[in-house]
């Protein structure tokens, strides 16, 4: 399977602990998103990196939230502290960085704190 | 600031019927728009992406337009099916390729056999 892979697909957690996502983007994609979506809402955009650069944060994200992408490659979404507003799906996207943009999803992770 | 509008939050249809939805923006003055589909608990699936300088793009049962001067794409599914049921997002963009999407709240189909 060549597309947008997200690990772990649920997670279930208690109010102050921390988790990490992993997403692994298509392998030619220079460009990497992250989103969170919420019930009955379109993904909200938290983040993007160009290659390892991350060029762009949402004021959505907190200073609780930090992603990396260290390669170019995969990329990781931390939560620390987390509050039971973060429970939400976390949609990872890749692109080819092309004007058109068209973005290709992963499954996503879905958060659930307790 | 920017807001889009999809018309309505669920839109129940009876099967073999042509399904039309919505996609209002203000705000914008987008290049292209593109449509994804979104089936519950999995990611967006991007379908169509229509430029300013269209009127109409068309995929098998699918068929978008886009109007500039409303500020409206219209999203519709022909000869529509079970199988069409599913969350519809619109996605206008801008000119600048490096901007991330953003999103309508999307509309859920449900075709009705």
């Known amino acids: 399977d060549t597309g947008v892979s997200q690990d772990p697909r649920h997670k279930i957690t208690k109010r102050g602990q921390n988790v990490t996502f992993r997403c692994d983007p298509i392998?030619?994609?220079?460009?990497l998103y992250w989103y969170r979506q919420t019930l009955g809402q379109g993904p909200e955009f938290l983040t993007y990196f160009q290659n390892e650069a991350q060029l762009e944060k949402s004021r959505l994200l907190s200073d609780r939230f930090s992603a990396e992408r260290p390669k170019g490659s995969f990329s990781t979404l931390e939560i620390q502290r987390t509050e039971q507003g973060d429970s939400a799906m976390y949609l990872c996207?890749?692109?080819?960085?092309?004007?058109?943009?068209?973005?290709?999803f992963g499954a996503g992770t879905r958060l659930s704190v307790l | 600031s920017q807001k889009i509008e999809q018309n309505s939050e669920a839109l129940n249809i009876q099967e073999g019927k042509t399904a039309t939805l919505t996609c209002n923006y203000t705000n914008y003055s987008p290049a292209y728009l593109q449509w994804y589909r979104q089936d519950p608990g999995r990611g967006p699936v991007f379908l169509l992406l229509i430029r300013e300088n269209e009127k109409e793009k068309r995929k098998e049962r699918l068929k978008v337009t886009f109007d500039t001067t409303l500020k409206q794409s219209l999203f519709h599914i022909t000869a529509s099916q079970p199988a069409d049921s599913a969350t519809y997002l619109c996605a206008p963009r801008p000119y600048s390729g490096n901007t991330p999407l953003v999103f309508g709240k999307g509309t859920r189909l449900s075709v009705i056999a």
């Open positions: 996207a890749s692109s080819l960085g092309r004007d058109e943009n068209i973005q290709y």
């Open positions: 392998s030619e994609h220079n460009r």
